[in-house]
């Protein structure tokens, strides 16, 4: 694996100048013949996709290259690439916003499709589920008392103006679920509740769901929403931070991978899914990472889904109508903004 990978690199590079009686090594030479090779853009954070990556390719010997930047980033990337992609896997990502550059893809059924739980299952297997991720809303408890955020309606509270902690859904993937699971809980007519949404942000918003959490540890903001994965890791890291499951509702989108359309190493890119997936990894999710497996056959550690208040979330439909959704914030964000 290219990235982080120095020490291996420079062990590899000492065995070819040992071969070569310490002569300068062909390039070409020292890398690997193209069908070991994989190369994947992820949107996951390094300490997720790292040991991830680095034992799939221990157990292949595929040489894997990585790329990470934003979901919406990489995905814009991967289109204006189409007639000559640079990379075989999208690794990361929630699936509406898969879904949304559905062209960009071809479906893949995955070797343990029939293991993973049918609520996270691609309809036409566009894509495969990785993780299950709820999305949660924190506050400073050291700020705010324990019952006063509750649910979706008290981040439209007057009193939390300038105070709510939310992320760029133009930028990150799970805040744009996050802004559409609010539309389904809250209910009525969107525009107003995105209206006075936009409103109590005060024209402010992060660019990622970890600033998020920052910044409410810290007390500029008094509460925020995120993902379940990341509250939980900065609460066990002492952060003063509580979490709450939205009482009147909140979802549980899965992120995921896709097999980009015209991949150069197409068939280790199916070998990739296959072992994201893999009893092996699904296991790891919740182990280490705070995460929830997709498969229906591990021995899930956090409060189950059955029991979490869960809004009416369409994948379909979210991806339908993103595009609507993030011009029509845009303009409620930026109208609020104005002097």
Not at 16 to 25: D, I, K, R, S, W
Not at 109 to 134: K, M, Y
Not at 250 to 279: E, K, Q, Y
Request: glycine letters at 8%; hydrophobic letters at 40%; one cysteine or more.
């Amino acid at each position: 694996m290219r990235k982080n990978a120095l020490p291996l690199l420079l062990a590899a590079l000492l065995a070819v100048l040992t071969a070569c009686g310490a002569e300068e090594p062909d390039a070409a030479a020292c890398a690997p013949p193209e069908e070991r090779r994989l190369v994947i853009y992820t949107s996951h954070k390094e300490e997720v996709y790292w040991p991830i990556v680095q034992e799939f390719e221990e157990r292949t010997g595929i040489w894997v290259d990585v790329t990470a930047g934003g979901t919406n980033e990489l995905l814009e990337r991967i289109r204006e690439e189409a007639d000559s992609p640079a990379a075989d896997v999208m690794f990361g990502g929630g699936v509406e916003s898969l879904e949304s550059y559905r062209d960009c893809f071809t479906p893949y059924i995955c070797g343990a499709a029939e293991d993973i739980q049918e609520r996270f299952r691609s309809p036409d297997g566009l894509w495969t589920p990785f993780s299950a991720l709820p999305v949660v809303l924190v506050y400073n408890t050291k700020l705010v008392p324990e019952g006063r955020i509750t649910g979706w309606g008290d981040l439209l509270s007057p009193e939390l103006r300038g105070r709510v902690a939310f992320a760029d859904p133009a930028v990150s993937g799970s805040s744009f679920t996050a802004l559409v699971t609010m539309l389904e809980a809250v209910g009525g007519e969107e525009d107003e509740t995105l209206r006075r949404f936009a409103e109590n942000l005060d024209g402010r918003q992060l660019e990622g769901s970890g600033d998020v959490v920052r910044s409410v540890a810290g007390g500029a903001d008094l509460a925020g929403v995120t993902l379940e994965e990341t509250a939980l890791k900065r609460m066990a890291a002492g952060d003063n931070i509580a979490l709450v499951y939205p009482a009147d509702g909140s979802s549980c989108v899965p992120d995921g991978s896709a097999l980009i359309r015209g991949a150069a190493h197409g068939d280790n890119a199916r070998r990739f899914l296959d072992f994201t997936v893999s009893r092996e990894v699904q296991r790891l999710l919740e182990e280490q990472f705070c995460r929830r497996s997709v498969r229906g056959d591990t021995e899930p550690s956090l409060t189950p889904l059955e029991d979490l208040p869960l809004a009416d979330y369409d994948v379909a439909r979210a991806s339908a109508r993103r595009d609507a959704v993030l011009m029509s914030w845009a303009f409620y964000l930026g109208e609020e903004g104005e002097p």
